[in-house]
């Protein structure tokens, strides 16, 4: 289930209370529309019902009408409209117009007048009805005499319409205004935490410097823990690497001389059970050494990594600079002499720290040591605008289900090798930080090419 965000909960909540706004404030004008266009066609209908009745009268015992062209003609102004009309004697009989008009209203005898709702051959039309007394010229004998006039409501209906529409559409328009002007508001609130966001997802994995980003106070508690917990968690890993390193430092000596005095009781010795335990106990001392000189690296690396500004570097110098380190360690002296050096081309530079990228050349070259005694070749050329640094093995290579395993820390394709599983974990941390990628695959002929490719940096010409 998809998670919800802030910024679309409170734009679905202002949608809602819009919505719920709207409604009220559409039935609001509807309502009023109603009622304004209800009396503006009841002053022409009361006004028609008047002019009638003020032509009635009652001559030789007769109701007299002479119905003016001005009654009709004020409510014949819509054409949607249609009128009726109906006028009885004082005895109730008809006189003139519709016979079923307005029989369920009850006379009043009185001159006041009375608007009605009522429905007329199935339509609903308003009727004005109103009495007035007139006496018989002649005799002189009076009565009340009745009037009434109605209209279907269709104009009415029109005109509420269109006084709705236009009372809603300033409406819409601010709502649409309001809306926008909303989002808007709610997405410039939350662009500190997506500045916040991007700052973080920019740092490289190892860089957990404070956040001094400008943010509102609102968000400053937030920004404030955040620097406080990387503050913490940079104490610890800068405690764990300490402590890596120096222990790796202070077993290098003793372990250096536990192999040494182990390779000369070999020497000594003469019993063949006492031999295989010396044995034992140099390769031990050689595994330990070696893992304590790849801590010692990993801490170098990383902590080079974070603290150090990048700069042009000469990769051949480089792979020069490690080769030369391995010469002087007597562990590989013998194995300096099968490896061969090929450089190809002009130098090659890239954007790297100088020390990281010789620790990253010497790992990848030892561990071609350790897991493949014998003829190793080192390649460096350019291609399509890269620097390749090849080292190339003559061992027995690494199964294809390993192959996507080695670059784990502490993960070896063969355990009953020396090693730490750390070299080329420390090689792909360096490559990646440097812009590069690094690669295994099998050797023509048997052995194994790591590959490592980093972008070259070109001098600006004037």
Same mark, same amino acid.
């Given at each position: 289930?998809?998670?919800?965000?802030?910024?679309?909960?409170?734009?679905?909540?202002?949608?809602?209370?819009?919505?719920?706004?709207?409604?009220?404030?559409?039935?609001?004008? %509807?309502?009023?529309?109603?009622?304004?266009?209800?009396?503006?066609?009841?002053?022409?209908?009361?006004?028609?019902?008047?002019?009638?009745?003020?032509?009635?009268?009652?001559?030789?015992?007769?109701?007299?009408?002479?119905?003016?062209?001005?009654?009709?003609?004020?409510?014949?102004?819509?054409?949607?409209?249609?009128?009726?009309?109906?006028?009885?004697?004082?005895?109730?009989?008809?006189?003139?117009?519709?016979?079923?008009?307005?029989?369920?209203?009850?006379?009043?005898?009185?001159?006041?007048?009375?608007?009605?709702?009522?429905?007329?051959?199935?339509?609903?039309?308003?009727?004005?009805?109103?009495?007035?007394?007139?006496?018989?010229?002649?005799?002189?004998?009076?009565?009340?005499?009745?009037?009434?006039?109605?209209?279907?409501?269709?104009?009415?209906?029109?005109? @509420?319409?269109?006084?709705?529409?236009?009372?809603?559409?300033?409406?819409?328009?601010?709502?649409?205004? !309001?809306?926008?002007?909303?989002?808007?508001?709610?997405?410039?609130?939350?662009?500190?935490?997506?500045?916040?966001?991007?700052?973080?997802?920019?740092? %490289?994995?190892?860089?957990?410097?404070?956040? *001094?980003?400008?943010?509102?106070?609102?968000?400053?508690?937030?920004?404030?823990?955040?620097?406080?917990?990387?503050?913490?968690?940079?104490?610890?890993?800068?405690?764990?690497?300490?402590?890596?390193?120096?222990?790796?430092?202070?077993?290098?000596?003793?372990?250096?001389?536990?192999?040494?005095?182990? *390779?000369?009781?070999?020497?000594?010795?003469?019993?063949?059970?006492?031999?295989?335990?010396?044995?034992?106990?140099?390769?031990?001392?050689?595994?330990?050494?070696?893992?304590?000189?790849?801590?010692?690296?990993?801490?170098?690396?990383?902590?080079?990594?974070?603290?150090?500004?990048?700069?042009?570097?000469?990769?051949?110098?480089?792979?020069?600079?490690?080769?030369?380190?391995?010469?002087?360690?007597?562990?590989?002296?013998?194995?300096?002499?099968?490896? !061969?050096?090929?450089? *190809?081309?002009?130098?090659?530079?890239?954007?790297?720290?100088?020390?990281?990228?010789?620790?990253?050349?010497?790992?990848?070259?030892?561990? !071609?040591?350790?897991?493949?005694?014998?003829?190793?070749?080192?390649?460096?050329?350019?291609?399509?605008?890269?620097?390749?640094?090849?080292?190339?093995?003559?061992?027995?290579?690494?199964?294809?289900?390993?192959?996507?395993?080695?670059?784990?820390?502490?993960? #070896? @394709?063969?355990?009953?090798?020396?090693?730490?599983?750390?070299?080329?974990?420390?090689?792909?941390?360096?490559?990646?930080?440097?812009?590069?990628?690094?690669?295994?695959?099998?050797?023509?002929?048997?052995?194994?090419?790591?590959?490592?490719?980093?972008?070259?940096? #070109?001098?600006?010409?004037?």
């Amino acid at each position: 289930m998809a998670r919800l965000s802030i910024e679309r909960r409170l734009l679905i909540t202002t949608a809602c209370l819009f919505l719920v706004i709207g409604s009220v404030l559409a039935l609001t004008v %509807r309502a009023y529309a109603r009622r304004a266009a209800d009396e503006a066609f009841d002053r022409v209908l009361t006004a028609s019902a008047l002019s009638i009745a003020d032509t009635v009268a009652i001559e030789e015992g007769a109701v007299a009408v002479d119905i003016p062209y001005s009654a009709f003609a004020i409510l014949g102004t819509s054409r949607l409209n249609r009128v009726f009309y109906r006028i009885t004697a004082p005895d109730g009989s008809l006189v003139t117009g519709s016979p079923t008009l307005g029989l369920d209203i009850p006379a009043n005898p009185n001159e006041t007048l009375h608007l009605h709702d009522a429905v007329y051959r199935g339509e609903p039309v308003r009727i004005a009805a109103v009495q007035r007394y007139r006496a018989d010229t002649v005799t002189g004998t009076g009565g009340w005499i009745g009037i009434q006039v109605a209209e279907t409501r269709e104009a009415r209906r029109e005109l @509420a319409g269109q006084l709705t529409l236009n009372g809603m559409l300033p409406a819409v328009a601010i709502a649409l205004l !309001a809306c926008g002007l909303i989002l808007a508001s709610v997405r410039s609130a939350f662009s500190p935490l997506r500045l916040i966001e991007s700052n973080l997802r920019a740092r %490289r994995p190892s860089d957990l410097s404070r956040i *001094e980003t400008e943010v509102p106070a609102e968000v400053s508690a937030l920004v404030s823990a955040l620097n406080d917990f990387m503050d913490r968690l940079g104490s610890v890993l800068d405690g764990v690497k300490r402590v890596t390193a120096d222990a790796a430092h202070q077993l290098r000596t003793p372990l250096a001389a536990i192999q040494a005095q182990a *390779e000369v009781a070999l020497e000594e010795v003469a019993g063949e059970r006492v031999k295989r335990r010396l044995t034992r106990i140099h390769h031990n001392a050689r595994e330990a050494g070696l893992l304590a000189n790849q801590l010692l690296s990993d801490a170098t690396t990383l902590h080079r990594l974070e603290t150090q500004e990048r700069e042009v570097v000469d990769v051949g110098q480089s792979v020069q600079d490690a080769l030369q380190m391995l010469r002087a360690e007597s562990a590989y002296a013998g194995l300096m002499q099968s490896l !061969a050096l090929h450089m *190809e081309g002009s130098a090659l530079r890239v954007m790297a720290e100088p020390v990281v990228l010789r620790e990253m050349v010497r790992n990848i070259v030892e561990n !071609a040591f350790i897991h493949a005694p014998g003829p190793t070749l080192v390649r460096l050329f350019e291609r399509q605008g890269q620097a390749v640094l090849q080292v190339m093995d003559r061992g027995p290579g690494i199964p294809d289900s390993a192959k996507g395993r080695v670059f784990q820390r502490f993960v #070896r @394709a063969d355990h009953r090798s020396a090693g730490s599983g750390l070299g080329l974990a420390i090689a792909k941390d360096v490559a990646v930080a440097f812009g590069g990628a690094i690669a295994v695959a099998d050797r023509e002929g048997g052995g194994l090419v790591v590959e490592v490719v980093l972008p070259v940096i #070109r001098e600006r010409t004037e």
